[in-house]
């Protein structure tokens, strides 16, 4: 596609559900980037991934959080057990080659924990 | 440990106000630093970015920033904003893993 896509756009979920947040980069694009917007607290870096590999998993909060991207293409990012402090946007983002390089952002997941 | 600085967080001005916003890093590698833009229901976009060479970048929609080393420090700048700025404006610059890490968003009010 044109540009980065992310499904789904919106998602209310009950308290210590499991949720799949998908993130379909830029075609060619090998670097992919996942972001959590909460009011007030900007973005914040969760994990980002060279190909299929993530060479920093640095950001991810808890051991709820985990991602994986496969075939050097789409991403899902899963939570686990969702909380209510788990309520955010969560984005996307493709970049060409590192970080060197211009990062495009997709409309983002708004996820809702009740 | 790297980080990027907004100290700007809300900003409140009039048409054709000018308007800087401020930005400090502290990685001490290879800087490429960049500023986004999220207007209202829209999603992040780049405004401008810096790699090398002149320090002064020019963006989109009369928006530009100034590399300044010596105080670690990439501001935005625009001579007269317009009601059409209103928007979160994000500072952002890597850190020595490649990834790119943000500060905290400067939220812009234009009124008219």
């Known amino acids: 596609g044109a540009g980065v896509s992310q499904s789904p756009s919106n998602k209310v979920t009950e308290k210590g559900k499991d949720v799949e947040l998908r993130c379909d980069p830029i075609?060619?694009?090998?670097?992919l980037y996942w972001y959590r917007q909460s009011l007030g607290q900007g973005l914040e870096f969760l994990i980002y991934?060279?190909?299929?590999?993530?060479?920093?998993k640095s950001g991810l909060p808890s051991d709820r959080f985990s991602a994986e991207r496969t075939g050097g293409s789409v991403s899902t990012l899963t939570i686990q057990r969702t909380q209510q402090e788990d309520s955010a946007v969560y984005l996307c983002?493709?970049?060409?080659?590192?970080?060197?390089?211009?990062?495009?952002f997709g409309q983002g997941t708004r996820l809702t924990v009740v | 440990a790297q980080s990027v600085s907004q100290h700007n967080h809300h900003v409140i001005l009039s048409e054709a106000a000018s308007l800087e916003l401020g930005c400090n890093y502290s990685?001490?590698?290879?800087?490429?630093l960049f500023w986004y833009v999220q207007y209202p229901g829209q999603h992040l976009q780049l405004l401008l970015k810096?790699?090398?060479?002149?320090?002064l970048v020019k963006g989109i929609k009369g928006f530009e920033a100034e590399f300044i080393k010596s105080k670690f420090s990439f501001n935005l700048r625009k001579p007269s904003v317009q009601w059409s700025d209103t928007a979160e404006y994000f500072c952002?610059?890597?850190?020595?893993?490649?990834?790119?890490?943000f500060g905290t968003g400067t939220r812009l009010q234009v009124f008219p």
């Open positions: 983002a493709s970049s060409l080659d590192w970080v060197s390089t211009e990062a495009f």
């Open positions: 075609s060619g694009h090998t670097a």
């Open positions: 991934f060279q190909g299929n590999s993530a060479p920093d």
């Open positions: 990685y001490g590698g290879t800087v490429n």
């Open positions: 810096y790699f090398s060479g002149d320090p």
């Open positions: 952002a610059g890597p850190s020595v893993t490649d990834k790119l890490i």
